[in-house]
């Protein structure tokens, strides 16, 4: 069983999340429809990859995401 996302909330306003933003150091972040919005040039900026949650939470589009840490 696949258990990558265990939050479905949004990390700035804890709305429903609808986002999921895999960070370049490994970590992720939740956001609502308006909160990816609103961090959605910063984070393509600092090179992290914006999904639907729907489809991230099949846990197909995780699987080559690296979690661990050095
Ligand atoms: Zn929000």
């Known amino acids: ?4 996302i ?5 990390d700035r306003c804890g709305a429903a999340g609808r986002y999921v ?3 370049p150091g490994g970590g ?3 956001f609502c429809g308006h909160h990816e919005r609103v ?3 910063g984070l393509r ?3 992290a990859l914006s999904r639907p949650l729907a489809a ?3 846990g197909e589009e995780l ?3 690296p979690t661990s840490r050095p």
């Open 6 to 10: 265990t939050r479905d909330r949004c």
């Open 39 to 41: 961090h959605r040039e």
């Open 28 to 30: 992720l972040l939740v």
């Open 56 to 58: 991230v939470t099949d």
């Open 63 to 65: 699987a080559g995401v």
């Open 21 to 23: 933003s895999m960070l």
């Open 45 to 47: 900026a600092g090179g």
């Open 1 to 4: 069983m696949i258990d990558t």
